[in-house]
């Protein structure tokens, strides 16, 4: 009885610290491809999910170099919950190295957010590369806009309910916890941009036009000759003096992007050239859904003032 | 005793349908209950679609709707704009699969005695400008399980001759396959070593490395057969491939039977060192038989290194390491008497091997430069090479680039490299390339 007392004790003492990794391993594992989605998928998944993102916040999210790194995160995945309208095509690549029957394209695992978006940008012509490096089902960059996020949070909702059906109520709840606290803070960034409506600023690569159209301000230009495409010496000159014409005070910069190039340019033209959070993590601080977008109005208000 | 048993038997016939009838019940409460909480989603996504001005969705009551633009000025009208409009609906007129197109110019300059030899890089095309490779790629979903890639290649191949169209690759890759599997069957360019799978308009030189030409042919190793992956589900990455095939590369192999096949093998894995650092490494294998019917094996490993500072677009060092190790049996003529007649055939066994490294250095997003050593012996003829290359390239933008080398090789020997009375045991290239993608071209892996 002693002995069978103690390998029973001995069992346990094997198997209880294994007890909360299991209890992690019943979380959905859920990838985005890029950090606005994953921070606003940990809102609506709560303890009930586990997210990881492939792009980091710094990054360009266009062209992600594709490691296996990004395969392994692949492989465990539940959901893959990418942005779609081209931005993140990359994933692809990442996908097929992951060997993960869950989340290849077509797959109930494979979450595009961007269904019933209202994209911007959109061609109205045939468009080929001489335009630049032009998404060609329009402007991908709509997580930028918080006015987005109902529809973005509802397609997550729909995705990981189609994985854990019993635990729609619950997701549908966080949701509504999250647009609550949304719903506030929007309050505040509309009284911060009132004042500022139908300012013109210039912005490196043309990716802020959502949250550009959600405050009423007007992008006049981009540094980039076109997009994906460095300036020339003539369209820089042509920049600066556009900006000195229209008094246009700020230059917003990707994190990514060539900074020294853009402080050049604002102090010819007596502007400033401000960092934004292109996505969740860019910036200092801006760790948060709420957080990011806070950090950009914030930055956006004080240039412009 | 009897009675009760009878009693039990009677009452389990009557309680067990019942139960099952209400579990039956309860199970289509449950889902009639989801199916309502799905219609009442439904509802409320179309109440939203249905009640969503032109401009983007507000959030709530404290989101105010985007303002109209003020009116344009003089400036703005003469502004020159992107044929862009708000809103418009996606979806009509799509496409069902990507395609696109890379084409690949490449010249070089050599002594003339070099050329009567046909000992440069670019073997009986010294002192010319060609296309090397102009490549038509088709590829996309087939259905939920499976993709596709077709790609059909057009280049000069012989000294001023026709341009030759041919199918350099056409597989599916089976997507759903269980337990971490993958299965790719067609003409691929195998997963063999790191440079051997990537086609020339990608490569990170001008050319292929001497110990790639020299074991596995100028074209590598591209073969008819099947390969699957396993990656299986640990911490950390590993991939294991195993293929099968008709062994089709003269150069190595050469018996074209699968009653023969050719077998290969690769094991990658990568190392992550932080944000900044990464580490690619692996090791292959493929075996088969030449066409006097004699075993042939070639080992290769491989190692990538990327050092790419926090944000930027691009690594500022890149290391790539790859060495052959071949394994071959020879038929030997065998004169037994002196007599110069061949009484027999003999066989022998000759280890031969390679390798090359090679550093870029890029500091600006569109200018690289780097530098590039090879050493190799020949498979079948005795001696040795060594080439040192430094080259230079520049990207106007992501689709287009340009890049010149210079490359002097030495080698330990001339036989082999000595046709039309020309010799090319010293060589001293200039190499040039242009290259271009027009229209979709998938991602690069590590």
């Known amino acids: ?305 | 005793m009897r009675v009760l048993v009878l009693v039990f038997v009677v009452l389990c016939a009557v309680l067990a349908p019942a139960a099952a009838t209400a579990q039956d019940a309860a199970a289509l409460r449950r889902e009639i209950e989801q199916l309502q909480k799905q219609l009442q989603s439904v509802t409320e996504r179309l109440q939203r679609l249905e009640a969503q001005p032109p401009a983007p969705a507000p959030v709530g009551p404290g989101a105010a709707a985007p303002p109209a633009a003020p009116a344009p000025s003089a400036i703005d009208l003469a502004r020159p704009r992107p044929p862009y409009s708000l809103y418009q609906q996606r979806g009509a007129g799509q496409l069902l699969f990507d395609m696109g197109i890379a084409g690949d110019f490449v010249g070089n300059i050599t002594q003339h005695n070099v050329e009567k030899a046909q000992g440069g890089t670019f073997a009986g095309q010294e002192n010319r400008f060609f296309p090397r490779e102009v490549e038509l790629s088709l590829f996309g979903q087939i259905d939920p399980y499976a993709s596709a890639v077709v790609r059909i290649e057009a280049g000069e191949e012989e000294r001023g001759g026709d341009i030759a169209v041919h199918l350099a690759e056409a597989y599916v890759t089976l997507l759903t396959l269980p337990f971490g599997t993958q299965a790719r069957f067609g003409l691929v360019r195998n997963r063999y070593g790191y440079s051997n799978e990537i086609h020339e308009h990608d490569l990170p030189w001008i050319d292929r490395p001497n110990v790639m030409r020299n074991f596995l042919g100028g074209e590598g190793l591209n073969e008819k057969g099947v390969e699957a992956t396993f990656v299986p589900d640990l911490p950390f990455y590993i991939e294991a491939l195993a293929g099968v095939f008709n062994g089709d590369n003269e150069t190595a192999f050469g018996r074209t039977s699968l009653r023969a096949p050719l077998v290969t093998g690769r094991l990658r894995t990568f190392l992550e060192l932080g944000n900044e650092h990464a580490l690619q490494l692996g090791m292959s294998v493929a075996s088969g038989q030449t066409a006097a019917r004699l075993p042939s094996t070639i080992l290769g490993w491989e190692g990538r290194y990327k050092y790419r500072p926090d944000g930027w677009l691009h690594p500022l060092v890149t290391l790539t390491g790859e060495a052959l190790y071949s394994l071959r049996q020879f038929n030997v003529d065998v004169d037994a008497d002196g007599d110069g007649v061949t009484d027999s055939l003999d066989k022998k066994h000759k280890n031969r091997w390679g390798w090359y490294l090679g550093g870029e250095v890029q500091p600006w997003r569109r200018w690289a430069g780097g530098l590039r050593f090879d050493w190799s012996q020949y498979p079948e003829n005795p001696g040795a090479e060594q080439s040192i290359e430094p080259y230079i390239s520049f990207w106007p933008s992501e689709f287009l680039r340009f890049r010149a080398a210079y490359k002097r090789t030495d080698r330990t020997h001339r036989d082999g490299f000595d046709l039309n009375g020309g010799s090319a045991r010293t060589v001293d290239e200039f190499l040039f390339q242009a290259s271009f993608i027009l229209g979709a071209h998938p991602a690069h892996p590590f």
Do not use: C
């Open chain 1, 1 to 305: 009885m002693r002995r069978a007392i103690l390998i029973l004790g001995a069992a346990l003492a094997v198997i209880g610290p294994m007890l909360p990794v299991a209890s992690a391993a019943d979380k959905i594992h859920v990838v985005a491809t890029i950090p606005d989605l994953k921070a606003l998928t940990e809102e609506v998944g709560g303890n009930l999910v586990e997210v990881e993102s492939l792009a980091r916040g710094t990054q360009n999210a266009h062209e992600l170099e594709i490691r296996p790194s990004l395969m392994l995160k692949l492989r465990r995945a539940d959901i893959l919950i990418e942005n779609g309208l081209t931005l993140d095509s990359w994933a692809d690549v990442a996908v097929q190295g992951a060997n993960n029957p869950k989340i290849v394209r077509g797959a109930p695992g494979r979450v595009d957010v961007s269904r019933d978006i209202q994209v911007l940008e959109v061609p109205s012509t045939g468009v080929d590369r001489s335009m630049g490096d032009v998404h060609p089902l329009g402007n991908p960059h709509y997580s930028l806009d918080p006015g987005m996020a109902p529809i973005i949070t509802q397609n997550i909702v729909d995705g990981l309910a189609r994985f854990a059906p019993e635990h729609r109520a619950a997701f549908e709840k966080n949701r509504q916890a999250f647009l609550a606290r949304l719903d506030e803070a929007m309050t505040r960034w509309t009284k911060a941009m009132e004042p500022l409506k139908g300012a013109k600023v210039v912005v490196y690569h043309p990716q802020w036009i959502y949250i550009l159209s959600r405050f009423g301000l007007n992008q006049a230009a981009t540094l980039e000759d076109r997009p994906g495409i460095p300036a020339s010496p003539a369209h820089l000159t042509h920049v600066i003096r556009q900006m000195k014409e229209e008094r246009i005070k700020m230059i917003i910069v990707e994190p990514w992007n060539d900074l020294k190039l853009a402080t050049r340019v604002a102090e010819e033209a007596g502007a400033k050239a401000v960092v934004l959070a292109s996505m969740v993590g860019g910036v200092k601080g801006a760790d948060s859904y709420i957080a990011a977008i806070d950090h950009n109005v914030n930055a956006l208000a004080q240039a412009l003032r």
